[in-house]
C-alpha cells in the first residue's frame, strides 16, 4: 500500500508539473504574441504621414505677408490641416486658403495644361477666365501663352508653384515649370515651389532625351524616368543653367517630410483626366508611347492608361475587347466607337522599370497581320526624345539590347542628378 501511495503521488505529482509547464509555455506565447502585437502597433504609429511642401503652412505663409502674389496651381494643389475641434485632417484648396488670409494679396492664378479644375483633354486649348470661388482671374499657361509675360506678372512680388508631377519626362508640368522659372528670373521675381511626392520616383530609366527632338513634351535633356521630386527638378533647371540665356532663377524649395524617393505615395487627387488611379500613374511611363502609334491606351474608357490595344490587331492571344467613347478628359478618343483587341492590365505588378515588351508585341503583330500601313506617327519620337528607339523597333533589336543601349547616358544622367536631390 505504501508503494501504491508513494505512486500515485508521483503520478499526481507528474501531472502538475506537466499541466505548470504547459501552462507556462501557453503564457510565454500568449505573452510573446501580445508582445509581437504591440511592436506591430507601435511600427505602425510610428510610421509617419508623408507631408506635402504644401502642408508647410508655418515655413512660407509668414513670407508671403503684405505681398502682391501669384500662385501656379491645378487641382492637385492642396493643403491639408488639422481641424480646429480635433486632430481630422481636412483638405483645403492652396489658392482659397491663401485667398482667405488677410495680409496675403494673391493677384492671379497660372494654369497649367488640363486647366485649373483639370477638367481638359490633353491638348486642348485652355482660355483665360475667371475662378468663380475666389473671382481671381485665371491665366492659361497652355497652348500659344506657355510662359507668363511681363504684363502678366506686373505687380506681383512672389509666385508659388504647386501642381502635382507624376515624374516623367513627357508630362508637361514639369515644362511649364521651367517656363515660369525663366519669367520669375526675367523679371526678378522670387519663385516658392511647394514640393509634392514623385509616385514613380523610386527608378530611372528610358533613353535620354536629344535636344534636337526638344518640345513642350520634352525640354531637358533627362531620361523619360528621372526620380526626383518636382522641387529637385526645379533644383537641376537651375543649377544646369537650362533657362534661356544661362539666367537662374531665385528659387525656393520648401521640401516634403517624412519622405524618400522610395516612399509608397497614393495621390489623393487625380493629377489628369486621363491618370485616375495609382496603376494608371505606374503604368503611364510605358503605355505612352502608344500616344505615338496607332494603338491605343484607354482614352475614352474608365481603365486609361490601364488598356492596350487596336482594331487592327485582332488575333486570339489579345484576349480583351473595349470601345472607347467619348468621356471627361476624351472629347474625341482614338479608335472612336471601334472595337479593340488587346489587354487589360490594370492588375498588373507594380514596375520598377519602363517596360517595352507591350510595343514590340504590338509592332510585330502589326508588320505581320494589319492591313494597316502605318504603325508609328510623327509624335512617337517627339515622346522617346530620340529616333533611336523607333529605328531599333523596326530593325528587330531586342528589348535586353534596347535597354543596354541607355546604360552610359543614363550612368551620366545619374551623376548629374545627385548634385540636386533633397531626399534619399
Known amino acids: 500500500m505504501f508503494f501504491n501511495k508513494i505512486k500515485n503521488t508521483y503520478l499526481f505529482l507528474s501531472i502538475n508539473i506537466i499541466f505548470t509547464m504547459t501552462s507556462c509555455k501557453q503564457t510565454s ?27 508647410q503652412t ?31 485632417l481636412t483638405s483645403i484648396h492652396l489658392v482659397d486658403y491663401i485667398h482667405n488670409s488677410k495680409r496675403i494679396h494673391v493677384k492671379k492664378v497660372f494654369a497649367p495644361e488640363h486647366g485649373f479644375r483639370g ?16 473671382g481671381l482671374p485665371i491665366v492659361s499657361l497652355y497652348g500659344k501663352n506657355k510662359k507668363p509675360s511681363k504684363q502678366q506678372l506686373k505687380g506681383i512680388e512672389v509666385v508659388i508653384f504647386d501642381i502635382q508631377d507624376v515624374g516623367a519626362r513627357f508630362y508637361t508640368y514639369i515644362s511649364t515649370l521651367h517656363y515660369v ?9 522670387p519663385l516658392i515651389v511647394l514640393d509634392r511626392p514623385n509616385p514613380n520616383g523610386h527608378y530611372l530609366d528610358g533613353p535620354v532625351l536629344e535636344m534636337k527632338h526638344k518640345s513642350f513634351v520634352g525640354m531637358h535633356p533627362v531620361p523619360i524616368i528621372y526620380g526626383m521630386t518636382i522641387g529637385e527638378y ?15 532663377c531665385d528659387l525656393t524649395v520648401i521640401p516634403l517630410i517624412n519622405y524618400t524617393h522610395n516612399s509608397s505615395y497614393s495621390l489623393p ?41 487596336s482594331p487592327y490587331h485582332h ?6 475587347m473595349f470601345t472607347p467613347k467619348p468621356n471627361e478628359g476624351a472629347k474625341n478618343p482614338k479608335h472612336n466607337n471601334k472595337e479593340c483587341y488587346g489587354y487589360d492590365l490594370s492588375e498588373s505588378k507594380k514596375l520598377n522599370h519602363l517596360n517595352l515588351q507591350w510595343l514590340l508585341e504590338f509592332y510585330n503583330t502589326h508588320k505581320q497581320h494589319s492591313k494597316e500601313k502605318k504603325f508609328f506617327t510623327s509624335f512617337f519620337t517627339k515622346l522617346a526624345g530620340t529616333k533611336k528607339l523607333q529605328q531599333q523597333i523596326e530593325n528587330g533589336v531586342s528589348e535586353k539590347e534596347i535597354i543596354k543601349s541607355w546604360e552610359d547616358d543614363l550612368n551620366t544622367f545619374k551623376k548629374m542628378r545627385s548634385k540636386y536631390l533633397i531626399y534619399n
Not at 477638367?119 to 475666389?134: F, L, M, P, Q, R
Not at 522659372?181 to 521675381?189: G, Q, S
Not at 500613374?281 to 492596350?308: A, D, M, W
Request: hydrophobic share 30%; glycine share 6%.
Open 29 to 55: 506565447s500568449v505573452k510573446a504574441q501580445e508582445f509581437a502585437q504591440e511592436n506591430v502597433q507601435n511600427t505602425v504609429i510610428e510610421k509617419k504621414t508623408v507631408e506635402t511642401g504644401a502642408d
Open 58 to 88: 508655418k515655413t512660407y505663409i509668414p513670407s508671403l505677408f503684405d505681398k502682391n502674389i501669384a500662385i501656379v496651381a491645378n487641382q492637385t494643389s492642396r493643403v491639408q490641416k488639422k481641424s480646429n475641434y480635433d486632430t481630422t
Open 119 to 134: 477638367k481638359a483633354d490633353a491638348g486642348e486649348a485652355i482660355n483665360d477666365g475667371k475662378d468663380i470661388k475666389t
Open 181 to 189: 522659372m525663366e519669367a520669375c528670373a526675367e523679371n526678378n521675381i
Open 234 to 248: 526645379g533644383k537641376m533647371i537651375n543649377g544646369e543653367k537650362w533657362l534661356k540665356n544661362d539666367i537662374q
Open 269 to 309: 487627387v487625380k493629377p489628369s483626366p486621363n491618370l485616375p488611379n495609382d496603376a494608371s500613374i505606374n503604368l503611364y511611363p510605358s503605355l505612352c508611347f502608344f500616344e505615338g502609334t496607332n494603338v491605343s491606351i484607354g482614352r475614352g474608357t474608365n481603365k486609361q492608361f490601364q488598356l492596350v490595344g
Open 315 to 320: 488575333l486570339k492571344r489579345h484576349y480583351y
